[in-house]
């Protein structure tokens, strides 16, 4: 049975760290220059690049909202939706106690294609689980930064400050490891497409009412 909800959640999950993730390749490897074919830019100025300043307070803050829509569309699919939120450490909670409390059953289809093994569920409990934790906590605290920013709201990098006045050196951004903050970027969008899929194909083939 089809879930739109969870459907369009994980669909703007994606592609909020998607978009992270190229802004993080145009840094590491400019492709475009800000000032090409741009009317408003007198001939023959010199080129102008993109620069961190310009790029990463938005890459920020996809990462950041890219997760809470990959876990708002897994807490969708387990039935238990929190559409009010947008604390990642919160949502990854609830998400983190059911995979590890449920004892999940391998899934196996046409009496021969293995499409949830035993191994596959153990891989994700005792490693994906708190890989995930960690980088969760990571961008929830906002250690990307050097130090540590209390945001449960998202409000940092969409703003200069948060409502509480919670703020930020910019100057900080020229000093991100940006191979790093890519390399985050991937595990973040594995590791989330991981656990949506073992809850996915759980719900699709409910192996304990089967076995029921």
Not at 140 to 169: C, H, M, W
């Amino acid at each position: 049975m089809r879930n739109p909800e969870k459907e369009a959640l994980l669909f703007h999950g994606q592609g909020y760290l998607k978009t992270a993730r190229l802004i993080c390749q145009q840094l590491l490897e400019p492709q475009y220059i800000w000032s090409k074919d741009n009317p408003r830019v007198p001939d023959g100025w010199f080129p102008v690049r993109y620069t961190a300043f310009d790029l990463l307070p938005s890459a920020l803050f996809d990462i950041h909202h890219g997760i809470e829509l990959f876990l708002k569309s897994t807490l969708s699919d387990l039935g238990k939706p929190d559409r009010s939120s947008h604390d990642i450490q919160h949502l990854f909670g609830k998400i983190q106690q059911v995979v590890l409390a449920t004892e999940w059953i391998p899934i196996q289809i046409n009496n021969d294609q293995d499409i949830l093994t035993q191994e596959e569920i153990d891989r994700l409990q005792q490693q994906v689980i708190p890989e995930l934790q960690e980088l969760v906590v990571y961008f929830a605290q906002r250690k990307v930064l050097q130090e540590e920013i209390d945001d449960p709201q998202n409000e940092l990098f969409r703003y200069p400050q948060t409502r509480k006045g919670k703020s930020y050196d910019m100057n900080i951004l020229a000093d991100i490891n940006i191979g790093d903050l890519l390399n985050r970027v991937d595990r973040l969008y594995e590791h989330l497409q991981d656990i949506g899929y073992l809850v996915a194909v759980d719900r699709r083939h409910e192996p304990r009412k089967i076995l029921a």
